[in-house]
């Protein structure tokens, strides 16, 4: 068993910035690929960037390079930096644990998830 709990959600400015955090507890993380999703009112939950065992990073195209994922395996916590945001950014955003080398955007491919928190970006 994994738990995950994001923070860093928050209201923010068109144009602004912020960055959340996962914390990871239970299992050894670093067996764990890691994503980030989002869910805005009335939508799916899409793949936001993912990360893999060895440390390398796939990111949606929605997100236009925007953002960043990065992880640290020695305190178990995977990040994403949000930078330029704009309102269409605003969502709950999930992180989430695949028992598995490779990242994937399908939410069902993932074992476990966060509680989620919210982005709100004003413009």
């Known amino acids: 068993q994994v738990q995950l709990i994001e923070s860093g959600g928050g209201l923010v400015q068109a144009g602004g910035s912020l960055r959340l955090s996962c914390a990871a507890s239970?299992?050894?993380?670093?067996?764990?690929?890691m994503g980030w999703f989002r869910q805005a009112p009335g939508k799916g939950r899409e793949f936001v960037a993912g990360i893999n065992l060895l440390g390398m990073s796939t990111y949606s195209n929605s997100i236009e390079g925007r953002f960043t994922i990065s992880r640290d395996n020695a305190k178990n916590t995977v990040s994403l930096q949000m930078n330029s945001l704009k309102s269409e950014d605003t969502a709950v955003y999930y992180c989430?644990?695949?028992?598995?080398?490779?990242?994937?955007?399908?939410?069902?491919?993932?074992?476990?998830w966060g509680q989620g928190t919210p982005v709100t970006v004003s413009s």
């Open positions: 239970g299992r050894t993380f670093s067996n764990y690929a």
């Open positions: 989430a644990a695949r028992s598995a080398l490779v990242v994937t955007t399908t939410p069902s491919e993932y074992n476990y």
